[in-house]
Nanobody, 117 residues
Framework: VQLVESGGGLVQTGDSLRLSCAASGFTFSMSDLTWARQAPGKGLEWVSGIDNDDRTYYADSVKGRFTISRDNVKNTLYLQMNGLRSEDTAVYYC????????????WGQGTQVTVSS
């Protein structure tokens, strides 16, 4: 199983970024997927999720600004981030949860997003 995030970078307040998470090694379409982030000196924070029925969920802090989506043909998870704020600065991680006999959970290595004011 491999999850590889990309798309992070240094942007200014109000800018947009789209993160991607390329997945391999499991049945992507059957998995529940999550974006989480970790800001400097803080714990891991759940940001958004999408289940295998394409139902989406968002933390209050990003609702209306971020959009999660998935492409089950490209085996890729996305996070479109608009209206970025300094408090969105963090390392962003994707997670895949699926059942393969037993429940399994995997994380990517993360991608840094820095929002400068």
């Amino acid at each position: 199983v491999q999850l590889v995030e990309s798309g992070g970078g240094l942007v200014q307040t109000g800018d947009s970024l789209r993160l991607s998470c390329a997945a391999s090694g499991f049945t992507f379409s059957m998995s529940d997927l999550t974006w989480a982030r970790q800001a400097p000196g803080k714990g891991l924070e759940w940001v958004s999720g999408i289940d295998n029925d394409d139902r989406t969920y968002y933390a209050d802090s990003v609702k209306g600004r971020f959009t999660i989506s998935r492409d089950n043909v490209k085996n890729t998870l996305y996070l479109q981030m608009n209206g970025l704020r300094s408090e969105d600065t963090a390392v962003y991680y994707c997670n895949a949860l699926f059942r393969d006999g037993e429940w399994r959970s995997y994380w990517g290595q993360g991608t840094q997003v820095t929002v400068s004011s």
